[in-house]
């Protein structure tokens, strides 16, 4: 994984990396079941506590010169008035996000069979966390499959379970009708996994190479002209022994 990409180029990567993981899955599964990217939207509340990520947005802040406040210093303001704000800065309001989510469905009963979700930083943090966990928990009761793909290192697990690896970046599978979740945790230095993506039995599963997924962005959206490798990857920051292998590779 790198973790360049976990930064402000994030929302690009998130839907390049749904529509390309359709595009994987699409001569697996078919004619029986198709592959669809759909869009579902969540309030972000609180969009000033993520860390890389710009929302679009023009604000213009106007700061007083201090010529006009040379007075203030003084005392030269009358008895009645009030001292000027330095500045005013604009509230900050909810923004609404729109998230990208892989559907297998069967082709002729149009029914969701399994569920990729690849994470957003809000599904990651309160409030969205807990919407994000109810959604999850909907699925299950539904008899859908989640596969749940977390490439963010920062902010809260959606599963949290006490023998949950520690690790940067987290895959989880939920089968339909099982109380179980099959987990592959990975660093910074490891590939990335190759998953099953199950359908509906008794078909067999169908196979999610997310190396090549993340290779075949890459390489299509030209990110390396983005992102600067001389400077510190975005927040958190990574343990000494993994920042020294960073460095390493950038030299190679």
Same mark, same amino acid.
């Given at each position: 994984?790198? +973790?360049?990409?976990?930064?402000?180029?994030?929302?690009? $990567?998130?839907?390049?990396?749904?529509?390309?993981?359709?595009?994987?899955? $699409?001569?697996?599964?078919?004619? #029986?079941?198709?592959?669809?990217?759909?869009?579902?939207?969540?309030?972000?509340?609180?969009? !000033?506590?993520?860390?890389?990520?710009?929302?679009?947005? $023009?604000?213009?802040?106007?700061?007083? #010169?201090?010529?006009?406040?040379?007075? $203030?210093?003084?005392? =030269?303001?009358?008895?009645?008035?009030?001292?000027?704000?330095?500045?005013?800065?604009?509230?900050?309001?909810?923004?609404?996000?729109?998230?990208?989510?892989?559907?297998?469905?069967?082709?002729? =009963? &149009?029914?969701?069979?399994?569920?990729?979700?690849?994470?957003?930083?809000?599904?990651?943090?309160?409030?969205?966390?807990?919407?994000?966990?109810?959604?999850?928990?909907?699925?299950?009761? /539904?008899?859908?499959?989640?596969?749940?793909? @977390?490439?963010?290192?920062?902010? !809260?697990?959606?599963?949290?379970?006490?023998?949950?690896? #520690?690790?940067?970046?987290?895959?989880?599978?939920?089968?339909?009708?099982?109380? &179980?979740?099959?987990?592959?945790?990975?660093?910074? *230095?490891?590939?990335? +996994?190759?998953?099953?993506?199950?359908?509906?039995?008794? @078909?067999?599963?169908?196979?999610? @190479?997310?190396? !090549?997924?993340?290779?075949?962005?890459?390489?299509?959206?030209?990110?390396?002209? /983005?992102? @600067?490798?001389?400077?510190?990857?975005?927040?958190? =920051?990574?343990?000494?022994?993994? *920042?020294?292998?960073?460095?390493?590779? *950038?030299? /190679?």
């Amino acid at each position: 994984m790198d +973790p360049y990409l976990e930064g402000y180029l994030w929302p690009d $990567v998130h839907h390049t990396l749904a529509t390309v993981i359709k595009e994987l899955m $699409v001569p697996q599964i078919r004619p #029986k079941y198709v592959a669809r990217v759909n869009l579902y939207t969540v309030t972000d509340t609180h969009p !000033e506590e993520d860390v890389g990520i710009m929302y679009p947005d $023009v604000e213009v802040l106007q700061k007083k #010169k201090k010529a006009e406040e040379a007075g $203030v210093a003084y005392g =030269s303001r009358g008895p009645d008035e009030t001292s000027p704000p330095t500045t005013t800065i604009p509230g900050i309001s909810a923004i609404e996000v729109r998230i990208p989510v892989v559907e297998i469905r069967d082709r002729e =009963s &149009n029914r969701l069979i399994t569920a990729i979700e690849i994470l957003s930083p809000v599904n990651k943090r309160k409030p969205g966390i807990e919407p994000y966990r109810e959604k999850r928990r909907r699925l299950h009761q /539904s008899g859908v499959h989640l596969l749940e793909i @977390d490439l963010i290192r920062r902010g !809260e697990r959606s599963l949290s379970h006490p023998y949950l690896p #520690k690790s940067h970046y987290l895959v989880t599978l939920t089968r339909a009708g099982r109380g &179980n979740t099959d987990v592959w945790a990975f660093q910074v *230095q490891d590939p990335l +996994p190759v998953l099953p993506v199950p359908l509906h039995p008794p @078909d067999e599963d169908g196979r999610l @190479d997310l190396g !090549e997924a993340l290779r075949l962005i890459y390489e299509r959206s030209d990110y390396g002209l /983005s992102i @600067d490798y001389h400077k510190a990857p975005p927040p958190p =920051s990574f343990s000494e022994a993994d *920042q020294k292998w960073i460095d390493q590779l *950038q030299a /190679s």
